[in-house]
């Protein structure tokens, strides 16, 4: 079996969680995902499993989330799983004074990465530096964010806005709650988050690990063929006697106008893998089969 599954991750599981529970429930080893997600955090999450693990690197890098940023708090974490580090009420606070400042977060930003996440500085995770008390320059980072848009707001001594969020790669929701907080010099952090679209998968065609289940038991259950994942590259199709060759590791010239990243196809159109065009020549870069 090979292939992706859109998972909707639960709360309060780790990305590796659900790793090892797909990887159990499918009774398969090779199992990995894309785009890590907070344990606080919900919604989809890319799971490959097989072969298709070795195209995890080739999805597209885009995101989408929704959520809850609570304004008067600062945490340790960013978001309300860490230690309270100022809690400081603001009844006063009100949408017309946010809503000029969050342009500032749209476009290319640079951000400061939250001290507790994944990111590693000198080969050593910083939540793991955070955990042990370790004082480390986080490096700044330039992430893209392509929209953000107002969904809900709620008054009270620590008011919340609900937004939604499309951005790039490597941007933290956390951070951005913090730094709007900051702005606004009340404080915030994230009080909810659930990502609603990633690497080309939405959560409305998501599975939760109980509906994972079920079909498995059902004899339902359908993986996402590897290659509608990656509809976003460019298709090359290949004449029989070039497809063979290419499978065995071959450069085999092409008359086109495209360079980069691109599927490859057999004439009966069965996905083949990952090649790269470089000077009119198809060069293997992910072979499935041979």
Not at 91 to 104: A, R, T
Not at 119 to 124: A, E, L, T
Not at 232 to 254: D, E, M, N, Y
Request: glycine residues 8%; hydrophobic residues 40%; negative net charge.
């Amino acid at each position: 079996m090979q292939g992706f599954l859109n998972l909707n991750k639960p709360f309060d599981w780790t990305s590796h969680d659900c790793v090892a529970r797909v990887r159990k429930l499918l009774r398969l080893k090779r199992v990995g995902h894309a785009g890590t997600l907070d344990p606080a955090a919900t919604g989809v999450l890319p799971i490959a499993f097989g072969t298709a693990t070795r195209l995890l690197q080739y999805l597209p890098g885009n995101k989408a989330y929704q959520a809850t940023i609570r304004f008067g708090v600062q945490t340790t974490t960013d978001d309300l799983q860490g230690e309270i580090i100022t809690s400081t009420p603001c009844p006063g606070l009100d949408l017309s004074e946010i809503k000029p400042i969050l342009p500032q977060f749209i476009g290319e930003i640079q951000q400061i990465p939250p001290s507790y996440s994944a990111i590693q500085v000198d080969g050593k995770r910083l939540y793991d530096l955070a955990r042990r008390g370790e004082q480390v320059e986080v490096p700044v980072r330039t992430v893209e964010v392509f929209e953000i848009e107002i969904l809900a707001w709620r008054e009270g001594e620590f008011p919340e806005l609900d937004i939604a969020i499309a951005c790039g790669s490597g941007t933290y929701i956390r951070a951005i709650a913090r730094d709007l907080g900051a702005a606004l010099q009340t404080g915030g952090t994230l009080a909810a988050l659930t990502r609603t679209a990633s690497s080309g998968f939405e959560l409305a065609n998501s599975l939760t690990l109980s509906d994972l289940e079920t079909q498995l038991q059902t004899g339902t259950f359908q993986a996402i063929a590897p290659d509608t994942a990656l509809l976003h590259l460019s298709t090359v199709i290949l004449p029989a006697l070039s497809a063979k060759k290419w499978c065995q590791g071959q450069r085999i010239p092409v008359d086109l106008d495209i360079t980069g990243i691109v599927r490859v196809y057999e004439p009966e159109n069965r996905f083949l893998g990952i090649g790269q065009i470089n000077d009119q020549l198809l060069i293997p870069s992910t072979v499935l089969t041979n």
